[in-house]
C-alpha cells in the first residue's frame, strides 16, 4: 500500500495515470500506453516524474575523503560540476544501493540514492560519517526530480532557459551537471538518466515542481514530449542494459558478478567500507572465473522470460532471469540473467524455463540497445 505522494500527483491524475506502488510512493506506472511511451522516448521526449528518488547533500572540508570511505569509488578525484556512479556497500561487499554522486563545489556533493533505498542511504552516510568534518543533510522530502529523456530533449529544455545560458546546456556533458534558470528559477540541471537516451534530470523544490511540469508540457508537446511512467521507464533501462536495484543488484550479491568491477577503487589508499570483503572476492574470481555473472540474453523465438525463471543447459539449472520482457525497440525479447560464469559468452545457447517449456536464449553483449549519435 502506497503511503508517499510526489508533489506531482494531482499533476499525474489529470493526466489520466494509473498508478503503482514503487517503494511505497503512488507513481505512475503509464498515461496511456507504455508502448507509446517507450516509443516516444526513443524516437522524441519523454517527460518522467523521479521525486521518489532521495537527494542528500554532504558538505564540508572532509566531503571528498568521506565519501571515498562511504562509497567505493574514489569520489574525491571527481571534477567539481561533474558525476560518478558507484556503489554503497556493507563491510561484506553486499550492495546496499547503486548512486551517482554530484560534485558541486570543491567541498560539496549531492549524492542520490534509489527511492525504496533513500533513507536507509541517508542513515549509513550519517552513521559513517563520525570522525570526518562533514554534515550530512537528507533533504528528499523537500525535494523533486523531474527528467526530459530522449534525442529532443535539449531543444525542449533550451525553451526554458534564457539565451545567455544556452551554452551552458548545450556545451554540458554526460555526467555533468550545471545551475542554470530554468522556468524563471534557479535550478540545478544534470545530463544523466535511465533510458539509454540523451536527456536531463532537473532538482526542484517541491512547491515549484507542478509548475515546471506543466511548462515542459506546455513548451515540449509540439516537439513530441510525452508524460511517461514507470512502464516505460523499465523496458527503457533494461534495453540499455542498465541494472535495477532489487532485481540485478541486491544485498546478498556484489558488484565483480554484476559487472561492476570497475566502479570498485581498491587502489585508493584510504580505507572504504567493504574494501577487505570486496579485494578478497576479486581475488577469488568470483564473477569473473568463478561462480555467476550478468550477462544479456536475446529471445530466440517470441515468448520473453521474466524475473526468477531459471536458465538451463541441457535440462541443467545454471542460472536466473533477474528482468525481461519484450523489446520495443528491437522486436525481439531481451533479459538481463545471473549465469554460470563459464556459460556467460557472448554466443552461447541456453534456455529459459517458461512455465515448464524450454525456450531458447543466446548470451549477447550490452547493452542491447544503443544510441545513434
Known amino acids: 500500500m502506497s503511503e508517499k505522494y510526489t508533489a506531482l500527483y494531482e ?20 498515461y496511456s500506453s507504455e508502448l507509446a511511451e517507450h516509443h516516444g522516448v526513443r524516437n522524441a521526449a519523454g517527460l518522467f516524474d523521479l521525486s521518489h ?65 533513500a533513507e536507509t542511504v541517508a542513515a549509513l552516510l550519517a552513521e559513517r560519517a563520525a570522525g570526518f568534518d562533514v554534515v550530512v543533510e537528507d ?11 530522449g534525442p529532443v530533449s535539449e531543444e525542449i529544455l533550451l525553451t526554458l532557459v534564457p539565451e545567455a545560458q544556452h551554452l551552458a546546456v548545450t556545451e554540458l556533458k554526460y555526467y555533468a ?50 508524460p511517461a511512467g514507470l512502464a516505460a521507464r523499465d523496458s527503457l533501462r533494461l534495453e540499455a542494459g542498465m541494472p535495477l ?13 554484476a559487472g561492476l568491477g570497475p566502479v570498485v577503487s581498491l587502489a585508493k589508499e584510504s580505507d572504504f567500507v567493504g574494501k577487505t570483503a570486496l579485494a578478497a572476492i576479486k581475488e577469488s574470481g568470483q564473477g569473473t572465473t568463478t561462480g555467476r555473472k550478468l550477462v544479456g540474453l536475446k529471445g530466440q523465438g517470441r515468448r520473453s522470460a521474466r524475473g526468477h525463471y531459471q536458465i538451463l543447459k541441457d535440462g541443467i539449472v545454471v542460472g536466473e532471469v533477474t ?13 538481463l540473467a545471473y549465469v554460470d560464469v563459464e556459460l556467460a559468452t557472448p554466443g552461447t545457447l541456453l534456455d529459459v524455463d517458461l512455465r515448464g517449456k524450454a ?14 549519435k
Open 11 to 30: 499533476a499525474h491524475q489529470r493526466a489520466g495515470a494509473s498508478f503503482t506502488d514503487f517503494g511505497g510512493w503512488s507513481m505512475p506506472l503509464k
Open 53 to 117: 528518488m532521495g537527494e542528500i547533500w554532504v558538505s564540508g572540508p572532509d566531503a571528498g575523503a568521506f565519501l571515498d570511505y562511504a562509497l567505493v569509488g574514489k569520489l574525491s578525484a571527481v571534477a567539481v560540476g561533474k558525476a560518478k556512479y558507484s556503489l554503497i556497500c556493507q563491510a561484506d561487499g553486499g550492495i546496499v544501493d547503486d548512486l551517482i554522486s554530484y560534485r558541486r563545489t570543491d567541498e560539496k556533493y549531492l549524492v542520490v540514492p534509489n527511492a525504496g533505498n
Open 139 to 149: 533533504v528528499s522530502q523537500a525535494t523533486s526530480l523531474i527528467a526530459v529523456q
Open 177 to 226: 551537471s550545471v545551475e542554470v534558470t530554468i522556468n524563471g528559477q534557479e535550478l540545478l540541471l544534470a545530463r544523466t538518466g535511465y533510458t539509454g537516451e540523451d536527456g536531463f534530470e532537473i532538482y526542484v523544490p517541491n512547491a515549484e515542481a507542478e509548475a515546471l511540469w506543466d511548462k515542459l508540457l506546455e513548451n515540449g508537446t509540439a516537439l513530441g514530449l510525452i
Open 245 to 257: 536495484y532489487g532485481n540485478e543488484l541486491t544485498l546478498t550479491g556484489h558488484a565483480y558478478s
Open 323 to 335: 528482468s525481461g520482457q519484450p523489446s520495443p525497440t528491437l522486436g525481439y525479447p531481451v533479459a
Open 359 to 372: 525456450e531458447p536464449f543466446e548470451v549477447v553483449t550490452l547493452p542491447f540497445y544503443k544510441r545513434q
